[in-house]
């Protein structure tokens, strides 16, 4: 097989490989985003729970 042809076959295969890698990681990005999103909110109703409310004047 010709050299030019090995190297050409060889950087298929990577692209491929990257390609798929990058399919993968923009499929598994919502999951991250939902997964944010419920830890901020947690954190905001802690700090909501944690922080004292001023008293109401009768």
Known sequence: ???QTQLARHRMTELHAQAEDHRLAKAAKPERELRE???WT???VGL???????????
Do not use: N
């Open 48 to 58: 909501r729970l944690a922080t004292p409310t001023a008293a109401v004047a009768p």
């Open 1 to 3: 097989m010709h050299t």
């Open 42 to 44: 947690l954190v905001e």
């Open 37 to 39: 999103r419920i830890g």
